[in-house]
């Protein structure tokens, strides 16, 4: 358990360094494969349609999905612990903690046979999978539930999907289906989700992804914005850390619920950041790769998947003793990415930059002495982070010095996710800067051997900066 102290408000002060790694292993069912026969109709008259599995039938719609409090799911989000292109994370939360009498379920089709608002999706069990729980200590009470000082978070992990599909799910728990009548007994399921399956690695197709970071709290503009935001042309997204404050478990209902338009449609995956004040707490919410070659500690700590022809990184940039740590496997993640000829963009991200002029945090030494000789030597292209509220660009920089495009990493600086403003800098390595009281985040497009890149202001209304790579 990681308890604060009040020295932690300086830079790398707010360690919080922990493993909060998941021991709970969530089990899972491969995805039904559509069956090509005819229509037929089942035992009670309830009809089957040609594309669903064989055990498939209607369902009859309750007068209500979830029927009590205590089991309703909220705060549903998606991440990945394996391979993007055939599997996906569900998480979510609900107010009763009982492992033995809670059962996680999802109940999931592709989008095209089950429909894009689900009204048509049918059930079966080869369209079910079940998962697991996990307590843990809140060192702050539940908002909505001010006695507990337990969470859970439930997570189902949706294995042997079909790549570059769009998938619609309910996630919760219900007691029993009755196939005869399509009735559930006794339903908890949240609303309706959607996700797409990532391309095969190395699939050069076009694709989008927003980058953000630094919220600080920001619920009232997040919930302002979350709806357009949610609407973007994203893949997925990742953020850079410091969602909340303090880190406590209300800020955490709050944040996800506020951006559930987001989180319920799109895998968001995070890094801690130096707000994220009990470790575990951070870890608990977030069903994260387990990656092999990481100390025990570092487990979930940092991270790494391929995306079509794009290799993301997430790392644990919160004490100078894990930075040191992570060297080892950050440069055997380097090096296998950048000898995979299906890869073609590399892009780390962490919460502290290595490059900010930002009067208020600025670069982070420890950084440049450990990953940044990392990223040069195995040519990545962009890093990316947060920290410092504001806006910051820099030109290539390789050795200390700005190169020519191409040939050294650029260094983006998106810490203005509706979080407090600072004033942005400049200095040698500067290509751009904006203040941070426009807030701001990244819309990433890769078409192929082409990286592009447009900055928006926080209400989506103003360009701060657009920017390109492209690759022979």
């Not at 992990?157 to 599909?165: V, W």
């Not at 870890?283 to 391929?306: I, R």
């Not at 993640?333 to 945090?361: E, F, G, Q, V």
Request: charged residues 15%; glycine residues 8%.
């Amino acid at each position: 358990m990681h308890l604060p102290n009040l020295a932690m408000v300086l830079f790398f002060a707010l360690t919080a360094c922990g493993s909060g790694a998941k021991t709970s292993a969530a089990v899972s069912h491969p995805a039904a494969v559509p069956d090509a026969g005819d229509a037929a109709e089942s035992a009670a008259d309830v009809t089957v349609t040609a594309g669903w599995p064989a055990d498939a039938v209607a369902v009859h719609a309750p007068a209500a999905w979830t029927t009590t409090t205590d089991l309703a799911p909220y705060s549903v989000h998606l991440t990945w612990q394996h391979d993007p292109a055939n599997s996906v994370a569900v998480a979510w939360a609900t107010r009763s903690r009982d492992l033995n009498a809670y059962h996680p379920k999802v109940w999931f089709i592709r989008e095209a046979v089950g429909g894009a608002d689900a009204a048509a999706m049918p059930f079966a069990a080869t369209l079910t999978a079940a998962g697991s729980g996990e307590i843990y200590q809140t060192n702050g009470t539940i908002a909505g539930d001010e006695g507990s000082t337990q969470g859970v978070t439930w997570t189902v992990e949706l294995t042997g999907l079909q790549p570059d599909t769009a998938y619609v799910f309910r996630a919760g728990t219900w007691s029993d289906f009755d196939t005869k009548t399509g009735t559930f007994t006794a339903p908890e399921l949240s609303e309706v989700g959607h996700f797409r399956t990532a391309p095969p690695k190395g699939k050069r197709q076009p694709f989008a992804v927003v980058l953000a970071g630094d919220s600080r709290g920001g619920i009232d503009k997040i919930t302002q914005n979350a709806q357009r935001l949610g609407a973007m042309d994203a893949a997925f997204w990742i953020f850079n850390g410091d969602f909340t404050n303090l880190g406590l478990q209300a800020e955490w209902d709050n944040w996800i619920g506020a951006m559930q338009p987001v989180m319920r449609h799109h895998v968001l995956m995070p890094v801690q950041g130096n707000h994220e004040i009990f470790a575990d707490m951070f870890y608990a919410q977030f069903a994260m790769p387990v990656m092999s070659g990481l100390q025990a500690e570092y487990l979930e700590h940092a991270w790494s998947f391929n995306y079509a022809n794009v290799h993301f990184i997430g790392l644990d940039s919160n004490a100078e003793q894990n930075v040191q740590d992570q060297v080892a496997w950050l440069e055997a993640d380097l090096a296998a990415a950048r000898k995979d000829p299906d890869i073609d963009w590399i892009i780390p991200m962490s919460h502290h930059p290595a490059y900010s002029a930002c009067t208020n945090h600025g670069s982070t030494p420890i950084m440049q002495q450990y990953w940044v000789p990392l990223f040069e030597k195995y040519n990545v292209e962009l890093v990316f982070s947060g920290h410092d509220h504001n806006y910051e660009r820099s030109k290539p920089v390789r050795g200390g010095k700005p190169v020519a495009d191409g040939e050294g990493p650029v260094y983006v600086v998106a810490g203005g996710f509706y979080s407090p403003p600072y004033s942005n800098g400049t200095d040698w390595w500067t290509a751009t800067s904006t203040h941070g009281n426009k807030y701001n985040y990244v819309h990433l497009k890769v078409e192929g051997k082409k990286l592009s890149f447009t900055t928006y202001s926080g209400d989506g209304s103003e360009v701060l900066d657009q920017f390109a790579m492209t690759k022979p």
